[in-house]
Nanobody, 113 residues
Framework: VQLVESGGGLVQPGGSLRLSCAAS????????MRWYRQAPGKGREMVAT????????NYADSVKGRFTISRDNGKNTVYLQMNSLKPEDTAVYYC???????WGQGTQVTVSS
């Protein structure tokens, strides 16, 4: 199982980023996917979840209305579109699959002026 996140970086407050997580080693279309984040000195927090067919989506209250999770089962990829970014969104963002409880290596998102 391999999950590879990309798309992180440094962005100013109010800006946008799109994270991607490319999956391999399992049947991607059969499994729910999630994005988590971990800020410095804090525990890992669930950001967004999407079921295998994309029919059920949930968000943390802190990102509702600003972040959008989506998936492309043909490309074995899950995305996180992040808009109206705030400094408190600064964290390492991780991709997670319910297949064997597997994690990606994370991608750093820094929101700062």
């Amino acid at each position: 199982v391999q999950l590879v996140e990309s798309g992180g970086g440094l962005v100013q407050p109010g800006g946008s980023l799109r994270l991607s997580c490319a999956a391999s080693g399992f049947t991607f279309s059969n499994y729910d996917m999630r994005w988590y984040r971990q800020a410095p000195g804090k525990g890992r927090e669930m950001v967004a979840t999407i079921t295998w067919a994309g029919l059920t989506i949930n968000y943390a209250d802190s990102v509702k209305g600003r972040f959008t999770i989506s998936r492309d089962n043909g490309k074995n990829t899950v995305y996180l579109q992040m808009n109206s970014l705030k400094p408190e969104d600064t964290a390492v963002y991780y991709c997670y699959t319910s297949y064997r409880g597997s994690w990606g290596q994370g991608t750093q998102v820094t929101v700062s002026s």
